[in-house]
Nanobody, 122 residues
Framework: QVQLVESGGGLVQPGGSLRLSCAAS????????????TAWYRQVPGKEREWVAT???????VYADSVKGRFTISRDNSKNTVYLQMNSLKPEDTAVYYC????????????WGQGTQVTVSS
């Protein structure tokens, strides 16, 4: 079973940057990279969880319009870790950020991390 642990959240001023990490365990890094599509989501209390960015097994990146040009999703295969670099942060980016790993062929194999809080405020 894959376990995902996010880190890197915190309090930052508008215009600042943060880098979130999502470390995967319980799987060999070669299998993780080849078999799992990884994504970041975020959620504000009282609202639906919102998709932010995806990194496919072919290293294709896709972003929500609200973060395009400001956020970058990437992966370090040697560390089994996916990152979300967030620049030019806005107060509306405040949320709990979650990473997700979804098996590219088996729909029932999907995993969530526990979430990390990002607060953008002056």
């Amino acid at each position: 079973q894959v376990q995902l642990v996010e880190s890197g959240g915190g309090l930052v001023q508008p215009g600042g940057s943060l880098r979130l990490s999502c470390a995967a365990s319980g799987i060999m890094f070669s299998d993780y990279t080849a078999l799992y599509v990884t994504a970041w989501y975020r959620q504000v209390p009282g609202k639906e969880r919102e998709w932010v960015a995806t990194l496919t097994t072919s290293s294709i990146t896709v972003y929500a319009d609200s973060v395009k040009g400001r956020f970058t999703i990437s992966r370090d295969n040697s560390k089994n870790t996916v990152y979300l670099q967030m620049n030019s942060l806005k107060p509306e980016d405040t949320a709990v950020y979650y990473c997700r790993a979804q098996h590219r062929r088996i729909s029932t194999l999907g995993y969530w991390g526990q979430g990390t809080q990002v607060t953008v405020s002056s």
